[in-house]
């Protein structure tokens, strides 16, 4: 809203962070709001924030594959809905240069939870762990759904078009 931009601004805020629910913006297994009301919520909160000069990130935040509601974080993005989700989103905001295209929230394949992209943590190795995060597969760590990586992603995005930046954590 309208305050929480001025807020933000007086505190000198130059970017701003909207986590988003690949359910609610596809319409997706019963999400509430959904579909084309989610999308325009997004597109006014993105224009209020682009005429007070913020940079946006878009973040992927929530997700869950087949028919599970999205209702918080998971290890990586599922390949049942992530690259409809970065087709629309970037065809959606492609002409909005301020708009950072967040890939996933923090992702941790691995069976404890913890990241094994740096560490051992289960027994997999790091290198197993990086491989899922650019090429997706079932047999990421610790995963009991078919993962999506970073590059079908990254394709889906630069397939709409798109030029905006793309952030990998």
Not at 48 to 62: E, K, R, Y
Not at 83 to 106: H, K, P, R, S
Not at 126 to 146: E, M
Request: aromatic share 12%.
């Amino acid at each position: 809203d309208v305050a929480s931009v001025t807020a933000m601004k007086s505190w000198n805020f130059n970017t701003v962070r909207v986590p988003v629910n690949e359910d609610c913006f596809l319409g997706l297994n019963g999400a509430t709001p959904a579909g084309p009301s989610y999308q325009q919520s997004l597109i006014n909160y993105f224009n209020l924030l682009t005429q007070n000069g913020f940079a946006i990130i878009l973040d992927l935040h929530w997700t869950a594959s087949g028919s599970t509601l999205a209702t918080g974080q998971t290890a990586m993005s599922d390949a049942d809905h992530a690259v409809t989700f970065w087709t629309n989103a970037a065809t959606l905001f492609a002409n909005y240069t301020n708009v950072i295209f967040d890939l996933f929230n923090e992702p941790y394949p691995c069976f404890s939870g913890m990241s094994c992209f740096t560490q051992s943590c289960d027994g997999s190795s790091t290198t197993q762990a990086w491989k899922c995060l650019l090429n997706g597969g079932s047999d990421c760590p610790g995963l009991s759904y078919t993962a999506v990586g970073y590059q079908s992603l990254v394709t889906a995005i630069r397939n709409t078009g798109a030029k905006n930046i793309i952030l990998a954590n």
